[in-house]
């Protein structure tokens, strides 16, 4: 890719403009318009070293640099170094860096990361308002295992708190929780969230239900038999629920572990806040100061209880010390970014070097026109599942219309209406907050996963139709403005999966890959691909397909979508 294109150049402009390749590598950019070149380097920071002018700097620089073999040319435009690369160079590193299994990997460099996302509440439906977590999260997991991280993905459930007290008094004092109205034999899990969402109901009417639920989240506390017994079967019932979803949305974890998994660590949390002096009391509560923009972090209240943030730093030493993590990364939406700060400045008071590298993944939350503010108390909320359930439906109507004779049409509904879901929310910048409409989250068309998609597919029919083994050797060099593009940008390609790591957004990738698409598309109408009467550059152009369907297909991966072989 150019990544080893990068390199190459850099041990030929090092020498010459005195300068580590390493840093030449990290400066070289790509021009937005390809008749500038495929690379270019921007010479602004010798400028004050040499004592002239940028455009100056690079006219004598160009001259300097020899051309011939891969370098095409060498030219000065403004304060700009533009490199040109031989087609049939840049197409034979293209054919060599495909062949991998897994392209624009990275070899293995020896550090763990520890990512927490997804992390639903047990009892609750996943809502649509879970989605962000759960797929942000697994496609930054896949990003940092091709950046060569080996990866702990955690599920960290909310199975604590004094809704299971609520739950389980509801559970065995109603007469109701023993009757049909609550179906714990075949609908499990729809009758746990019933009962949660009728107890909240009754409460408002009867305000003694929400002492008798603190009561018997006392008792859970201090480890009745019958309540614990309950909890565990909520737990249970959940997480079969959660499952069945994640298998649907392709995503996995290494480890499933609640806030319970910490009740009787925290202490020696608070021991060592005490050890160290920074336990302080503030109106009957002990907490720590941060400074004087960040209200202080309180690690217990007045009544002796510990928070959330007692329980996330206790969970951070967890994470970096038996779970081995070298980096440990959040994905949290944007409205607990004042809690991370106040957590992970406690891990720095504390004096853990380690604490630089936890970090918070924010991001923006599914807003509603009509509905207000979700609630599952009330039962107001968007399901994922009945998101997902009218995305394959539609996918599948859209078969039955355009190609109804088509194979596993059940399979390939799913992956389309799934890969719609997905690709709608990964191509948003991940920081911004999406406005919640049906239209546009099942919009098919346009910059969509089923476009992505359907790309790919237009790819795998070409290979089919040309009916022979493609060969590995490209030796016609491509010269159309459209074969050129589609070159350059496929060659990008592990320089994107690096920028959409590096920077957590998986927005990056899924931008590209729509770059890709549109440069196919173009080399797809312009050149008659398999009707050439020249079969060299057939078999140039089919290499050039099958390279496109390999990085379509494992780009969507990364994003956790599917591709089908037909559409």
């Not at 809704?163 to 075949?186: H, T």
């Not at 969970?315 to 010390?321: D, E, G, N, V």
């Not at 539609?394 to 596993?408: F, H, M, V, Y």
Request: with cysteine.
């Amino acid at each position: 890719m150019f990544e080893k294109i990068k390199k190459d150049l850099a041990k030929t402009l090092a020498p010459i403009i005195d300068c580590e390749e390493s840093d030449v590598v990290l400066s070289l950019e790509y021009p937005k318009n390809l008749d500038h070149g495929h690379l270019s380097y921007p010479v602004f920071g010798l400028a004050k070293k040499l004592k002239k002018a940028p455009p100056l700097i690079a006219n004598e620089l160009a001259a300097k640099i020899p051309t011939g073999g891969s370098l095409k040319s060498v030219s000065a435009v403004g304060g700009y170094l533009n490199f040109s690369f031989e087609n049939l160079y840049l197409q034979q590193t293209l054919n060599i860096e495909t062949q991998s299994e897994k392209i624009g990997f990275q070899p293995s460099n020896g550090k763990r990361i520890v990512i927490d996302y997804s992390s639903p509440n047990v009892a609750k439906p996943m809502s649509i308002g879970h989605l962000r977590a759960t797929v942000i999260g697994q496609a930054i997991r896949n990003l940092a295992e091709s950046q060569g991280y080996s990866v702990t993905g955690l599920n960290y459930l909310g199975d604590w708190g004094v809704q299971f007290g609520k739950l389980a008094y509801a559970y065995l004092k109603w007469p109701e929780g023993q009757s049909s109205k609550y179906d714990f034999n075949d609908k499990p899990f729809e009758a746990l969230f019933k009962l949660y969402v009728d107890f909240h109901s009754a409460c408002e009417a009867d305000p003694e239900l929400e002492k008798q639920g603190a009561l018997t989240f006392k008792k859970l506390e201090e480890g009745d038999a019958e309540i614990q017994a309950v909890w565990k079967k909520f737990l249970d019932i959940s997480l079969n629920e959660y499952e069945r979803i994640y298998k649907i949305l392709n995503v996995k974890f290494d480890l499933i572990q609640g806030e319970s998994f910490y009740n009787d660590k925290m202490e020696k949390t608070v021991d060592q806040l005490k050890e160290k002096g920074l336990l302080v009391e503030s109106d009957g509560a002990q907490v720590v100061f941060i400074d004087d923009n960040t209200p202080p972090c309180i690690i217990k209240k007045s009544d002796g209880a510990t928070l959330y943030a007692t329980r996330d730093i206790t969970s951070a030493y967890h994470r970096h010390f038996n779970l081995k993590g070298d980096e440990l990364l959040y994905v949290v939406g944007v409205d607990q970014t004042l809690h991370f700060r106040q957590v992970f400045s406690v891990l720095e008071k504390m004096g853990n070097e380690w604490a630089k590298n936890c970090h918070h993944i924010a991001f923006g939350m599914y807003r509603f026109k009509d509905m207000g503010k979700m609630s599952t108390r009330r039962g107001n909320v968007i399901f994922m599942d009945d998101v997902l359930e009218r995305a394959i439906e539609l996918a599948n109507s859209i078969i039955e219309e355009k190609n109804p004779s088509l194979e596993d049409k059940a399979e390939v509904a799913q992956k389309v209406g799934v890969g719609a879901i997905l690709f709608h929310d990964l191509v948003t910048d991940r920081v911004k907050n999406i406005d919640f409409d049906w239209e546009r989250v099942l919009d098919f068309e346009g910059d969509s996963g089923p476009y992505v998609q359907y790309c790919a597919v237009r790819c795998q029919s070409l290979m089919r139709k040309y009916g022979q083994d493609i060969p590995f050797e490209m030796n016609v060099s491509l010269e159309s403005k459209e074969e050129r593009e589609l070159i350059r940008t496929l060659l990008m390609y592990s320089d994107t999966l690096k920028a959409s790591y590096k920077s957590f957004r998986p927005s990056v990738l899924a931008q590209y890959l729509l770059d890709i698409c549109k440069c196919f598309s173009s080399f797809y109408a312009q050149h008659k691909i398999l009707d050439d009467t020249d079969q060299g550059r057939v078999k140039a152009r089919m290499r050039l397909v099958q390279c496109t369907h390999k990085i379509l297909v494992q780009g969507l991966l990364l994003l956790g979508i599917q591709t089908p072989d037909r559409m």
